[in-house]
């Protein structure tokens, strides 16, 4: 019922920016809580942040406190990810998800986006 497709990943050295858009279709965007993970190379899939439906509440992984910002724009079906003070260990593949609740658990995400690679180099 939703489709997320993600744009925004590329190479970046240390202590740069990057900044995600992750574009929702439909028109109950509004409805679903929304997720960043990522996924580096022979690792787990980790949580990064979650925004609330309204964009109320934002929750953060601590090693992205301070330096990553999540916000949506309910009414262009869109969720962000602003990173700023990347590090090499940020490298990973980035996703945007849906959930029907707050949750940093992958397993409770409903749809997802395609992925999109963030290299930082040092």
């Known amino acids: 019922q939703v489709q997320l497709v993600e744009s925004g990943g590329g190479l970046v050295q240390a202590g740069g920016s990057l900044r995600f858009s992750c574009v929702a279709s439909?028109?109950?965007?509004?409805?679903?809580?929304m997720g960043w993970f990522r996924q580096a190379p022979g690792k787990d899939r980790k949580f990064v942040a979650y925004i609330s439906t309204g964009g109320a509440s934002t929750y953060y992984a601590d090693s992205m406190k301070g330096r990553f910002t999540i916000s949506r724009d309910n009414a262009r079906n869109t969720l962000y990810l602003q990173m700023n003070s990347l590090k090499p260990e940020d490298t990973a593949v980035y996703y945007c998800?849906?959930?029907?609740?707050?949750?940093?658990?992958?397993?409770?995400?409903?749809?997802w986006g395609q992925g999109t690679q963030v290299t930082v180099s040092s």
């Open positions: 439909g028109r109950t965007f509004s409805s679903y809580a």
């Open positions: 998800a849906a959930a029907i609740k707050l949750t940093v658990l992958a397993y409770e995400y409903s749809y």
